[in-house]
T-cell receptor
Framework: DQQVKQNSPSLSVQEGRISILNCDYT??????FLWYKKYPAEGPTFLISISSIKDKNEDGRFTVFLNKSAKHLSLHIVPSQPGDSAVYFCAARDKAAGNKLTFGGGTRVLVKP | DAGVIQSPRHEVTEMGQEVTLRCKPISGHDYLFWYRQTMMRGLELLIYFNNNVPIDDSGMPEDRFSAKMPNASFSTLKIQPSEPRDSAVYFC?????????????FGEGSRLTVL
């Protein structure tokens, strides 16, 4: 049973446009949500996070939205740049399970120049 | 500052052989995680340690997999005997529990190919 799901395996967007990545979860005990970015042959790196007590967090071109009632979060990248081409993972923490994170399957983003 | 260091970066072995992957977490971090990335399952947690003690190993696929953390600066993930379906990228990550913001720091991964 996948507690964190990213239903879109890939996304292609034109440079300068908005990229919207979606993530759904099932565990109502998740209290922290994060997005990680991964380039080929590298480890995932932290991008942005949001606490379950908030509904929006913004950091430069990246904004994460959380809809707790729908158990859904999204990552907006605007404007998208070619360097944003990577795999993006959604992750969530269950506060009762220590620091471990449960990851989604990832979404591969391609930003076309 | 040095990040999480994993070795080897690449490993090619034959079915039935023993494989040992190594990890050095960031100094001062008290949590260590082993994840595996595959096309089918994405990033899945295998096991994690807190203060060198295994906390949750429910993600370890089967008895062929074992992990140890003899001290705060070193951990191993062993597969014995290895099988072709173990082929994946294995990531080690560490974090600081008292300053938790959810962020894990990942190594560059060990790509394992079992022929």
């Amino acid at each position: 049973d996948q507690q964190v799901k990213q239903n879109s395996p890939s996304l292609s967007v034109q440079e300068g446009r908005i990229s919207i990545l979606n993530c759904d979860y099932t565990n109502s005990m998740f209290d922290y949500f994060l997005w990680y970015k991964k380039y080929p042959a590298e480890g995932p790196t932290f991008l942005i996070s949001i606490s379950s007590i908030k509904d929006k967090n913004e950091d430069g071109r990246f904004t994460v939205f959380l809809n707790k009632s729908a158990k859904h979060l999204s990552l907006h990248i605007v404007p998208s740049q070619p360097g944003d081409s990577a795999v993006y993972f959604c992750a969530a923490r269950d506060k009762a399970a220590g620091n471990k994170l449960t990851f989604g399957g990832g979404t591969r983003v391609l930003v076309k120049p | 500052d040095a990040g999480v260091i994993q070795s080897p970066r690449h490993e090619v072995t034959e079915m039935g052989q023993e494989v040992t992957l190594r990890c050095k977490p960031i100094s001062g971090h008290d949590y260590l995680f082993w994840y595996r990335q595959t096309m089918m399952r994405g990033l899945e947690l295998l096991i994690y340690f807190n203060n060198n003690v295994p906390i949750d190993d429910s993600g370890m696929p089967e008895d062929r997999f074992s992990a140890k953390m003899p001290n705060a600066s070193f951990s191993t993930l062993k597969i014995q005997p290895s099988e072709p379906r173990d082929s994946a990228v294995y990531f080690c990550a560490s974090s600081l529990g008292t300053a938790f913001t959810g962020e894990l720091f990942f190594g560059e991964g060990s790509r394992l190919t079992v022929l």
